[in-house]
């Protein structure tokens, strides 16, 4: 009995034992991933902070002209090596698209330059009218999510937000990266938009020259430059991985100073789908 009550004993001491090793190593886990992630999400704000001094020094040395051929665009990382893993970085221009919060300032021409938009992803008069209005009683929004709850076509809404987005103040659509289907929109000439597109596609950008020498007039609410940017960085360190996205705003003061700065930004899960994806890596 004296030996049994001994091996119990034994068995149970070993039991607390090994649950306490394990506890420990849990909690050495856990301290490990935390410290992954606080490091990894300075690395990856780091990333953005090199995006806004590289836009900030843009706004200063080409304040004419905006597109992804310059020094910020060349930026951009996929896979790159760093201390205990890997480095990613997008940078994009975010007015590519129609700012449905322009609606709000009762311009005639966005109204009626949202509307043939919204027409044109499948919308009807109704709910064109009613997005709009929305957007003047309720906004500004922050993505197109409250029209998706209006009871549009979910294909519909889809079609939608490739030519519209949510941004922060009233912004005009950079026609350097515009999408060719908006392009096709605007400019109610396929060919011209088509020899247009392949110059772009040629030279990186287009100027107002360009549309000049092809015969075709400016349109409201377009331009060449941008003041808003996505920034989107990843960072991988162990078995930990950290993503932020931000949205940059840049303009310059009553002095001439220009300034940009990051106005929202997101973590993980909660990144929203339009930011732009890391670039292919080498050699793809």
Known sequence: ???????????????????MINREELALDHALRSSEAARALAVARGGEMSAVVALRRDLIDAPGIDYAGEPWGALQERDARIDGGTFDLSIADAQGRFN?????????????????????????ETQALAAAQLVREYGPVSDLRPIRL???????????????TALPGKHDINLNTATPELMALLFHDPATVDRLLSIRRQRGYLTKEDFSD???????????????????????????????????VRDTDAKG????????????????????????????
């Open 150 to 164: 209006t009871g549009i076509d979910p294909a519909v809404a889809d079609r939608l937000e490739t030519m519209v």
């Open 214 to 248: 092809a015969g075709l007039p400016p349109q409201p609410g377009t331009g060449f430059t941008s003041d808003v940017f996505w920034v989107h960085s990843g960072v991988t360190l162990g078995g930990t991985r950290q993503e932020e996205a931000a949205l940059i």
């Open 257 to 284: 100073v220009p300034h940009a700065a990051a106005v929202e930004r997101w973590r993980n899960a909660a990144i929203p789908p339009e930011v732009p994806d890391f670039p292919a890596p080498a050699g793809q």
């Open 1 to 19: 009995m004296i030996l049994v009550n001994v091996l119990l004993f034994v068995a149970i001491a070993s039991g607390l034992v090994l649950l």
């Open 100 to 124: 449905i919060n322009n609606v709000r300032e009762h311009d005639a021409s966005d109204l009626v330059l949202f509307r043939r938009i919204a027409l044109a992803a499948g919308l009807n």
